[in-house]
């Protein structure tokens, strides 16, 4: 029995000789100009019709894509069919001619694809199908004809049984429309669909021209110390550049700064919720520049938590897109127990910038203990870094209780309330991805080995245990250590497993290692151009910094500068990679990487009604951290010169001293500066100090000198039994005399 169907596709001017044809599509639709059209399909910006009066032509130079999506949309059907049963079909096929090669006689399948979507009978149906076949607008893609159906398959074909005679019902298979559409089935089976409806179109080769892609606008945010004030203005990490190269990767990839690239530096002291708050805010804000609903964002460390803060939050406004979480303690960091329970951090570079920073501001607000600073402030970010799992031990038992434990751990309420609700994280609709960093060794702190507290306490320092040895210069100093980036366990960071990846990084190094990864995730696209020359300045780091009434400048042993041009008003950036927070401030402080060995001049400037002042020294280096601290007055307008004596050999590296050069003519004022603050009662001490300095420089030999200088500071000794000399007139005076003494 012959089959009942065999049908041409064919386009434009083929249509007519079509008419002349012996082959009929039974039972199919042919209507002259259906309007809207039954069928109408959409690929990268060209659109085609069903049934269309003209020829369809799609040129590859005209589309905007390369890919295999389409856009298909068909009306509504006689009833509605199941996906089991509806196919949507896209041919590639090549015209058979007559002899004279002039008339079409029948088609040739060159390659096709199918895919399977429900159809309505109520109302229209759309389908984005991504169809296998060599894409359109690609190079190496040929012109031809192509036609896309959509039909509706019977449960069964009929097939003709020779011995019963008669027609039987098989399963009907895809591939049974695929023959029924090439007219290549059996001349003894029945294998048309119920319905179908198709179009049909000429492919002209050619290249897409592919407009850049405009990504949602991306938010990068720090961790814990990853911004820092200039002037009042918070900058990311501008002293160890951790976010560099992954910026300049981005903005050479398209990204623009301001435009659709945002840093989002922050204090991060306050505690994460507030930080959540201004990152609300801060979105508002790019939405108004870009004129979008949603943005994505890069998170590292302590800032994916503040994004989680944010997006879990009933304030959240369901404008994020994407987040990337980039090493982020989700379960936290048992090292952040040594900060907040005792003021002390484990002994990288990293860990001891954190600490004396934090040291330094704990003195000038009158704190000679970081413990008491911290909780008395407070710091909350520190405490709600805290593990919210086990991870405290007593020495001599393996066990380790469960989180939370009142008698046990100290409380991070944060954390354990963000993860109670981390199902609103799941359920915002933000694609997540989660990429963090393993090392090879076993490098970071997971386990924490303390001596049991007499009395547990949240309040005293070490209340929940001592780490056992924490002191000592070998062992493991009760920090037990396992996998992960040498500050997050793997175990915290992977604990959300949507879009995980792991990396051979450690913690600040992070940024830049998934930097590939991260420009994929964010625009679906591999990078052009990755910027990797910027190393993050994990490097031995020189801190100056004082603390007001005074600005000052910093003059490295090599003349460079970096610090207040008291001449103009301006400021010296001299020394590479060295920042300065700026005049603007309180608090006024230089980090210079890679410090040069020797002599380093600090000049400080009195300002406003003058005072006491603090200039803090430190240095930090792979094995070390020392710091020098100096306290003296200044008076507005005075100029003050101190050598800070930073000496870089061996494991001894210290700031030795921290000396203030004095002159006679400016030992003279300080002398009558010291008696005219009260600092000095006596007058009479005031003008035996003058009257031998004034001798003194009658000498030639320096042995001869030093005799009335020595005199000078028993006057002063005495002078303080006494109380007729207070500590700042001392401290002043004193340090004036020996360097006279040594220079």
Known sequence: MRNSFRRLFVLGSTIVALACISFVLADTEIPPDPSPPDLIAEHAGATVFHWSENE??????????????????TSKWTSDVPASRAVWALFSIALIYDETGEFPIGIQVLDYALTKHALSGSATTTNTAVFDLPPLGHVNTPSGIYSIVVAELPENKLVFDPVLGDMVEEPYADQDFVNWFAGTGSEDEIIEPIKSRFLEFRYEAGEAVIAPNTPDPVIIIPGILGSAQHNGEWLIDPITHAYD????????????????????PYEWRFSNRTTATLLDAKIDEIKDVCGCDKVDIVAHSMGGLVARSYIQSDDYDQDVDQL??????????PKAYLMWEGGQNDVDRADQRIRMFLRIEAIKHGFTDLFDYIRAIPIPSVQELLPVYGYIKHVGSPIIPSYPNASWYPNNLFLHDLNASISELYNSGVTISNFTGQLTASTTITTIRVIAPTTTSPT????????????????????????????????SASSIIEGLQIFDSDHGELPTAAESAIFEKLTGNEPLTLVTDRDRLDVPMLIFQILSPADFVVEAPNGLKMGKDFATGQEFTQIPDAFYSGFGTDDEYVTIPNPLN???????????????????????????????????????????????DVGLNGPSAAIKDIQIVATVGSTQL????????????????????????????????????????????KILKAAKKTGLVNQQGYDLLTADINWLMTH
């Open 324 to 333: 990337i979480f980039l090493g982020t303690p989700h379960l936290g960091a």
């Open 598 to 644: 020797g002599l380093y001049k600090v000049v400080t400037q009195g300002t406003g009604t003058g005072g006491a002042f603090t200039i803090a020294a430190g240095l930090i280096t792979e094995a070390t951290s020392s710091e020098k601290f100096f306290t003296g007055q200044t008076l507005p307008g005075l100029l003050t010169t101190f050598h800070v």
């Open 245 to 264: 190269n992954l910026i300049d990767t981005l903005v050479a990839n398209g990204y623009e700064k301001g435009v659709t690239l945002f840093p989002f």
């Open 460 to 491: 005293l320092k070490w209340g929940f245990g001592y780490p056992d040895g924490f002191l000592n210069q070998s062992g493991d100093r009760g920090l037990e250590r396992g996998l992960g980036d040498r500050t997050v366990p793997l175990f």
């Open 670 to 713: 300080d002398i009558k500066r010291a008696y005219a603050l009260g600092w000095l009662k006596s007058s009479t001490i005031r003008d035996s100090l003058l009257l031998l300095l004034t001798q003194a420089q009658k000498f030639k030999k320096q042995s001869d000198k030093i005799k009335l200088y020595n005199a000078m500071l």
């Open 56 to 73: 369809q032509v799609i040129s590859g130079s005209t589309l905007n894509a390369v890919n295999g999506m389409w856009n298909i949309q």
